[in-house]
C-alpha cells in the first residue's frame, strides 16, 4: 500500500511539474469579454491523512468552487502537491478556449494552499484472525477480553446445536473464517430477552484498553463479511455491526449501526445516534451485498466535533458498493467512559415468518488506534 501511494502521490507531482514547465499559449481576453470571478476556497487549512484514497477524499469534501458566470465545463481544476506531500496547492483557471471569453476579476482568489500531514499508520492493530476448527470461543476470547466473555450466543436456549460460533474453511478467500449461525427457533438474547435473537461478539470494559476507543482518539475498525444467497431481513432490524458507547445515561443505544431490513427493495442501513434517537445517515439496496465477501473499513475519531468514515468494498475486484463520510459528527457522549465494537447477528423476532436459519461468515477482524 505505502508503494502504490508514493507511487500515486509521485505521479500527480510529476503531472504538475510537467504541466507547469510546459509553455502554453494564452488568449488575452478581449474588450466584448464577459466579466466575472471564478475561485476556490477550502473549509480546511490543514488536512491528516492516511492513504491516498482518504487524502483526495478529504480534499474533496474540503474544496468548493466558484464558478461565476462560467459553467464548470468551461474551466479545469488541478491540484499540486510538493515533493514530500506536505502541502498541497488547489488552482482553478479558465481552459484556453474560454480564456478569451471571460474577464476573471479577481485572480487572487484562484489559488490556495492547504497543509498536508500524514499520520502514522504503523502502530500495531489487534486482530482476530480464525485459524481453524476447534476451541472457536478460546481463541475470540484471547483476543478480545483475556480471562472474560465477550461472546453473546444463544447457546443457553440451544444446547442441543452446541456452540454458535466456529470455523470453517472458506474457498474464496482461500483462508480460515468465522461462522455465525442463529437459528429461528429456539435461539433467543442469551435466555434474557426473548423477542430477538443475539448472537455477537465484543471489546468490553475487561478488554484490553487499545480494544476501546476514547475521547480523541481515532480508530480503523476492519472486517470482512457475507450473507449467504437468499439471507433474509427482518421489517424491524438485523444488525450486523454497532459501536456502542458505555457511560452514562446513553448507553443503551448504539452509536453506529450497520443493519439489514427487509423492505422494497432489501437495503442496508447505516444507522447513527447522537442522543437516544436513531436516524438513517444512507442506505443501500441489500441484493448487491448479498452472496460475495465484503470487506468493510470504518475510521472513526472520537469527540464531540468528530470525524466517521466507512467503506464497504467486494473483496473479489475491491468495487465501492457503500461509502458514506462526514467530517463534523457528534462521536461522544456525555459521561461515556469509553467505546466498544460489536459483530455478529442481533434480529428482531416481531416478525419472524420473514426470517430463516441463517449462516453469516466474518473474517479478519482489525482494530488498529492511529491516533
Excluded at 78 to 103: E, G, M, R, W
Excluded at 136 to 154: C, D, F, Q, R
Excluded at 223 to 250: E, I, M, R
Excluded at 321 to 350: C, D, E, M, Q, T
Aim: charged fraction near 20%; proline fraction near 4%; glycine fraction near 4%.
Amino acid at each position: 500500500m505505502k508503494k502504490h501511494i508514493f507511487i500515486f502521490l509521485i505521479t500527480i507531482t510529476c503531472f504538475t511539474i510537467i504541466c507547469c514547465n510546459e509553455e502554453e499559449e494564452t488568449v488575452a481576453p478581449t474588450a466584448s469579454s464577459i466579466f466575472t470571478d471564478i475561485s476556490v476556497a477550502t473549509n480546511a487549512t490543514s488536512i491528516s491523512w492516511v492513504d491516498a484514497n482518504d487524502l483526495m477524499q478529504k480534499l474533496s469534501n474540503a474544496l468548493s468552487y466558484n464558478y461565476g458566470s462560467a459553467l464548470e465545463t468551461e474551466t479545469e481544476k488541478n491540484l499540486s502537491f510538493n515533493s514530500d506531500t506536505t502541502q498541497v496547492n488547489a488552482q482553478i483557471a479558465f481552459k484556453q478556449a474560454f480564456q478569451n471569453v471571460y474577464n476573471d476579476t479577481n485572480l487572487a482568489n484562484n489559488t490556495l494552499n492547504i497543509s498536508l500531514t500524514k499520520q502514522n499508520t504503523n502502530t500495531a492493530g489487534v486482530s482476530l484472525i480464525a485459524d481453524g476448527p476447534g476451541n472457536t470461543y478460546s481463541l475470540i476470547t484471547s483476543v478480545l477480553a483475556p480471562g472474560s466473555n465477550p461472546i453473546e450466543t444463544p447457546d443457553c436456549s440451544h444446547n442441543a446445536f452446541g456452540e454458535h460460533i466456529d470455523e470453517v474453511f472458506d474457498t474464496d478467500l482461500n483462508a480460515n473464517v468465522f461462522r455465525f449461525f442463529i437459528h429461528t427457533t429456539p435461539d433467543d438474547d442469551r435466555c434474557i430477552n426473548f423477542d430477538r435473537q443475539r448472537n455477537e461478539i465484543k471489546s468490553y470494559s475487561p478488554s484490553p484498553d487499545n480494544l476501546l476507543g476514547i475521547e480523541n482518539e481515532k480508530v480503523i475498525y476492519n472486517w470482512k463479511f457475507k450473507l449467504k444467497a437468499g439471507f433474509q431481513s427482518s421489517p424491524n432490524f438485523t444488525h450486523l455491526h454497532q459501536l456502542k458507547s458505555v457511560g452514562g445515561d446513553l448507553e443503551s443505544m448504539p452509536m453506529y449501526t450497520l443493519t439489514a431490513r427487509k423492505s422494497s427493495p432489501d437495503r442496508l442501513e447505516l444507522r447513527y445516534a447522537e442522543t437516544d434517537t436513531q436516524i438513517t445517515l444512507d442506505q443501500t439496496d441489500l441484493a448487491p451485498l448479498v452472496d460475495t465477501w465484503l470487506e468493510v473499513t470504518e475510521t472513526i475519531e472520537y469527540g464531540t466535533s468528530g470525524t466517521y468514515n466507512i467503506e464497504i468494498k467486494k473483496v473479489s475486484d475491491n468495487t465501492m458498493l457503500f461509502s458514506y463520510s462526514n467530517n463534523a459528527i457528534i462521536n461522544w457522549r456525555p459521561n461515556a467512559s469509553f467505546v466498544r465494537p460489536k459483530w455478529g447477528i442481533y434480529r428482531s423476532l416481531n416478525n419472524a415468518q420473514d426470517l430463516r436459519d441463517e449462516e453469516v461468515l466474518f473474517a479478519d477482524f482489525n482494530i488498529t488506534e492511529i491516533e
